[in-house]
């Protein structure tokens, strides 16, 4: 009987690996993002969400809105395709984002942002 083998502490951080950013009107974006090591489809949504604040705040506005997370994985690398709305004022809807707020959370987490 053959033992699998022990995991290596590697294998537990997250590695980033980027994201492509396609403004689809003035206030839809859309986030692709790509990483290894992540434990979840949770922490590639969280990396797409990471994005999209510091997107947000690039663009000197304080909010979005997520619209929509598409998650895969194939051979231990993750892809999320998010769309989210940035306003510059809070935005209707369940699933909003204050920006300022998410992207000091990532910072402190270590998932970076656009």
């Known amino acids: 009987m053959a033992c699998e083998p022990v995991p290596t502490a590697e294998q537990f951080i997250p590695d980033y690996r980027g994201v492509d950013t396609t ?5 839809l974006v859309q ?5 290894t090591n992540a434990l979840s489809a949770q ?3 969280n990396y797409a969400e990471c994005a999209a604040a510091g997107y947000t705040l690039i663009r000197g506005w304080g ?3 997520h619209l929509r997370t598409n ?9 999320a395709d998010a769309v989210y709305t ?3 004022a809070l935005p209707r809807g369940l699933r909003t984002i204050d920006a300022e707020v998410v992207a000091a ?7 970076p942002t656009v």
């Open 23 to 27: 403004l689809l009107s003035d206030d």
């Open 31 to 35: 986030f692709n993002v790509e990483m």
């Open 43 to 45: 922490d590639v949504s």
């Open 63 to 65: 909010f979005a809105r």
């Open 71 to 79: 998650v895969d994985e194939e051979a231990g690398v993750w892809k």
């Open 86 to 88: 940035i306003s510059p």
């Open 105 to 111: 959370a990532c910072a402190e987490k270590g998932i």
